[in-house]
């Protein structure tokens, strides 16, 4: 364990202990406080540590089942010739953006690939490095390139290139932190607006953020502002054919967002026996932006993006779906087994 490595001197019980505190202490920051500074984040090693022992193989599950979708249900496609380029904003310690490399990988996709990971953390970005070059046979023939920037401020410069992928895996929302920002939701609203132009043709924009109702909804909302003001460009998902999201649309209490099964890691479950957290499940909200037209999936019922739980009952499995043409009213549908 990398903790044991860094501190030598403290027993594995107490760093358990160590790392349980900073996790309790990152939820209270996720949740409640909300102030994320380099300095609170991701400049202490116990901090990287402790979200690399909990919160990593989730973000990096999520990203999976984004980029998953984003490939087997949306049409995202390599490039035929040359390398597959992708930007990750708000990197962290690369939980999502080496969750792309893996998968494509995976798919046995042979295209080189470049991932540029953007975070105001240097130490987050010497640890993906780090990540990236021990664990070499997960993504082979791939190149990492780090570049410290604090999002709130992004540089002409960085609007040059052109990418595949863009990602912002749980980052985006971490731009409405409103200290020393006179409008937070401008500044997040700026940087959505500006990911469009650093897309190629047929590269897609995947969005993942935390489940909250005020950040799903906000996602949803800037995303389909986004998608508005500029007429080529299109809403992929959640839903279907450029649709945008009717819950947003209304300000209702419920609210679009994933819930999927993860199996957590044996760390992850060690750690979390005293803290009773639910770790079987990912939640996240999702939203894709890309310029290419929407893959048709039709415009019946029976294309629906499952937006309630799984009810089976009695051979009966019953669940309420929104379906691929727009209606404000969700569909309730039920099927037979
Ligand atoms: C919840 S973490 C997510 C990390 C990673 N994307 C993942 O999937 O696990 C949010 C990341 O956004 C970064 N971040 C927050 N505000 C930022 C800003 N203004 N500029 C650059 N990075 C920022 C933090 O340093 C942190 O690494």
């Given at each position: 364990m990398e903790a044991c490595n860094t501190w030598p001197e403290i027993s594995e019980d107490k760093l358990l202990n160590l790392i349980r505190k900073e996790l309790v202490k990152q939820s209270d920051r996720f949740n409640k406080f909300r102030d994320f500074e380099p300095e609170s984040y991701g400049k202490r090693d116990l901090s990287i540590l402790g979200y690399g022992n909990f919160y990593f193989s989730r973000t990096w599950t999520a990203m999976t089942y984004a980029f998953g979708e984003a490939i087997h249900l949306r049409g995202w496609v390599p490039p035929k010739k040359g390398p597959i380029r992708i930007l990750d904003l708000g990197s962290g310690t690369g939980a999502s953006g080496l969750s792309c490399l893996h998968m494509i990988r995976s798919l046995g996709i042979d295209n080189h690939i470049q991932l540029e990971a953007v975070d105001y953390s240097s130490k987050s970005l010497a640890f993906l490095k780090k990540l990236h070059s021990a664990k070499k046979e997960l993504w082979s023939d791939t190149r990492v390139t780090t570049t410290r920037l604090d999002l709130k401020y992004p540089s002409e410069e960085n609007y040059r290139k052109k990418y595949d992928l863009i990602i912002l895996g749980y980052s985006l929302?971490?731009?409405?932190?409103?200290?020393?920002?006179?409008d937070p939701e401008e500044c997040y609203k700026q940087v959505l607006h500006s990911i469009p132009a650093q897309l190629k043709s047929n590269g897609l924009a995947v969005i993942t953020e935390p489940a909250q109702s005020n950040l799903c909804h906000l996602l949803q909302q800037s995303s389909a502002e986004v998608s508005k003001t500029d007429k080529d460009l299109h809403l992929h998902a959640p839903y279907f054919n450029g649709m945008q999201c009717p819950l947003a649309e209304s300000n209702s209490k419920f609210f679009s967002h994933e819930v999927r099964k993860t199996l957590p890691l044996a760390t992850v479950e060690k750690i979390n026996r005293p803290l009773n957290l639910e770790i079987r499940e990912v939640k996240f909200g999702l939203s894709m932006l890309g310029y290419a037209i929407p893959r048709n999936l039709g415009n019946s019922y029976q294309v629906c993006r499952l937006i309630s739980p799984l009810k089976k009952r009695k051979g009966t499995v019953s669940f309420i779906g929104m379906a691929a043409e727009k209606i404000t009213d969700p569909l309730a549908s039920s099927i037979l087994l």
């Open positions: 929302n971490e731009l409405l932190d409103d200290k020393e920002q006179d």
